[in-house]
């Protein structure tokens, strides 16, 4: 296991299933390392806030797998900036607003579907977008805040 932080290791960032499935790739690029890095050092700060462990269920996405799950061409998680979790903190209603009460900084906060919670990083703006993902006539349509 390559350890990125106390409680994050690279596996955990580049797991999945469907990757698995379809024999794609899915190592981070040497380029992409950083971005990594510093999306594990804000899930500490994201754990701390909860305090509870999170699970990530999608990490680093390559464009091939990316593409295959259905994730916009321009995802944060090709970039390696991004991820979706569970904790049992609670639901992804609760997780998300207990991030922004504690004022963790990210880039975009997604309660996606109350499922799981995407949240995103940048390593120079984080806008603080606070988004509801519904399903509306079988398409995904973005609200703004927590519904």
């Given at each position: 296991m390559t350890k990125l932080t106390?409680?994050?290791t690279l596996e955990e960032f580049t797991r999945s299933t469907t990757a698995s499935r379809l024999k794609i790739d899915n190592s981070v690029p040497a380029d992409l390392m950083p971005n990594v890095q510093l999306t594990a050092i804000k899930l500490e700060l994201v754990r701390k806030a909860l305090g509870k462990p999170i699970i990530i269920t999608s990490?680093?996405?390559?464009p091939a797998l990316n593409a295959k799950v259905g994730g916009v061409a321009t995802s944060a998680h090709t970039k390696?900036?991004?991820v979706d979790f569970k904790s049992s903190f609670g639901t992804p209603k609760e997780i998300c607003q207990r991030l922004i009460d504690s004022g963790v900084q990210f880039d975009k906060l997604i309660q996606e579907h109350n499922q799981w919670v995407h949240i995103g990083f940048s390593?120079?703006?984080n806008r603080q977008i606070v988004l509801t993902a519904v399903k509306n006539a079988g398409k995904t349509l973005y609200k703004s805040g927590l519904v």
């Open positions: 106390e409680h994050f990490g680093y996405r390559c390696g900036l991004a390593s120079t703006n």
